[in-house]
């Protein structure tokens, strides 16, 4: 897969990409990894994120995937919660039998999605962020729980033999199948802050390996990643031996990436200012702790198993230097190992457009507001 890099210079990046035609980039320089994956990067696209359509983000228009592809990525997550695809009366809470009922209207909306990154050159994974049974993030009933109760493996399987089947006469190069986003055991799937553990190895395992055959009957060689246990951030051992690639998380450490987030600290206006680098509370914060972080990332590429960022970023309540000079440090150690990235998100509050940040000077894009600051840091990789 031809690999392109940015122009680091602001100028003639902006003149790249406002031409009428295909910007040309500078080859990369950097030794071949030896990941089993391209090193795609690029960003997640929060269309069908919500399990309400009503609820939903204002859709991703065309001319997006275009600047994307413009300013070097080749690359889009698509992070689904499954009742955004289905039909069922949304009064009341999901029952188990519902939760095999398509809505073909809507997912003829995610086909157009898909056709436009395609259109672009982009490569489409495929993630189901919400799957019956589990999501990282509570508010939505589910009537089961993905780790424990087969009706709900069972529905998991059949949602990803629907979307392997869906998308069987498409190039491998164009879609790939990444299975459950951000994994983890949650004493109870609808409270946000019940008390949460690792996945047994055994059981990640069982449900992944059902969710790969379900996939292998439409689609043999079509890619299928895991997302790491523990909500992303730790090696799954079990499954190395399986055809399937994992994906780590560029989030670590939270007080950074989720700084004063509601959903991921219990009292978030009380938390020490963020440094990078430098002593945050009881920890001092630096490059070394990514590198430990990682080096079990970086491991695994070297036994031969793909590796992909699938998630990276700070929300908009980091300062923006303590942001960009954080996350050059992971960017720098992920792309060295041949570890491909996606940005949370294109655009809002992760994004390089209209991230809302009070402390950045944005340049206007078209009506949007960029981030040119962190559009830059994502062209030196």
């Not at 493996?153 to 199948?177: E, G």
């Not at 055809?243 to 509601?262: E, F, M, T």
Request: include cysteine; aromatic fraction near 12%; hydrophobic fraction near 40%.
């Amino acid at each position: 897969m031809q690999r392109r890099t940015f122009l680091q210079n602001t100028s003639l990046l902006a003149a790249a990409v406002t031409t009428s035609g295909p910007a040309v980039f500078a080859a990369s320089s950097a030794p071949a990894a030896k990941n089993k994956l391209p090193k795609w990067k690029g960003f997640n696209l929060l269309d069908f994120f919500s399990p309400n359509p009503a609820q939903g983000r204002k859709p991703t228009a065309e001319e997006h995937f275009k600047w994307m592809r413009d300013w070097g990525f080749d690359f889009v997550r698509l992070p689904m919660a499954y009742p955004a695809y289905l039909k069922f009366d949304r009064s009341r809470n999901i029952t188990p039998d519902e939760v095999y009922q398509i809505d073909e209207q809507a997912v003829e909306r995610i086909d157009r999605l898909v056709a436009m990154a395609h259109k672009h050159n982009l490569h489409v994974s495929l993630n189901l962020h919400r799957a019956p049974g589990y999501c990282v993030n509570a508010g939505f009933h589910e009537p089961y729980n993905l780790w424990t109760d087969q009706p709900a493996q069972d529905a998991f399987n059949f949602h990803w033999n629907f979307w392997a089947k869906r998308y069987k006469n498409v190039s491998d190069q164009k879609i790939s199948f990444d299975l459950l986003n951000e994994p983890s055991m949650r004493e109870d799937m609808n409270d946000q802050l019940s008390k949460r553990s690792s996945v047994p190895g055994a059981v990640y395992r069982k449900v992944a390996l059902a969710a790969l055959e379900a996939i292998r009957k439409e689609n043999p060689k079509h890619l299928v990643i895991a997302d790491g246990n523990d909500v992303g951030s730790s090696v799954i051992p079990e499954i190395t031996d399986l055809d399937i690639a994992q994906s780590c998380r560029g989030y670590n450490p939270g007080i950074i990436s989720h700084y004063k987030a509601p959903w991921a600290n219990k009292d978030p206006e009380n938390l020490p200012m963020p440094k990078w680098p430098g002593q945050v509370g009881d920890k001092y914060l630096s490059r070394a702790m990514l590198e430990t972080f990682y080096k079990p990332w970086i491991e695994l590429v070297n036994k031969g198993v793909g590796v992909h960022c699938g998630e990276c970023g700070a929300w908009n309540k980091t300062p923006h230097d303590v942001f960009l000079a954080w996350f050059g440090d992971v960017l720098d150690i992920l792309t060295s190992n041949g570890i491909g990235f996606a940005l949370w998100e294109f655009s809002g509050d992760f994004g390089v457009l209209d991230s809302k940040r009070a402390d950045v000077a944005y340049e206007d894009w078209y009506g949007h507001k960029l981030d040119q600051k962190l559009l830059n840091l994502l062209a030196k990789y």
